[in-house]
């Protein structure tokens, strides 16, 4: 299994986004080569303005 995963801060808050290529844990065969979400596009989700007002 791989996953990735990006934290934002603002203030005092923070948000935190993962993306894993397999539902279960390391002993199975991952349906994907790669997490379906990029380190950019978590970073997105993680950042929106929505998580902070």
């Not at 990735?4 to 279960?24: H, I, P």
């Amino acid at each position: 299994m791989t996953a990735q995963g990006v934290s934002v801060w603002r203030g005092d808050s923070e948000v935190s986004t993962l993306s894993c290529n397999a539902a279960e844990g390391k002993d199975v065969t991952p349906p994907m080569a790669q997490p379906p979400l990029s380190l950019e596009e978590l970073a997105a989700v993680a950042g929106s303005d929505a998580w902070f007002d």
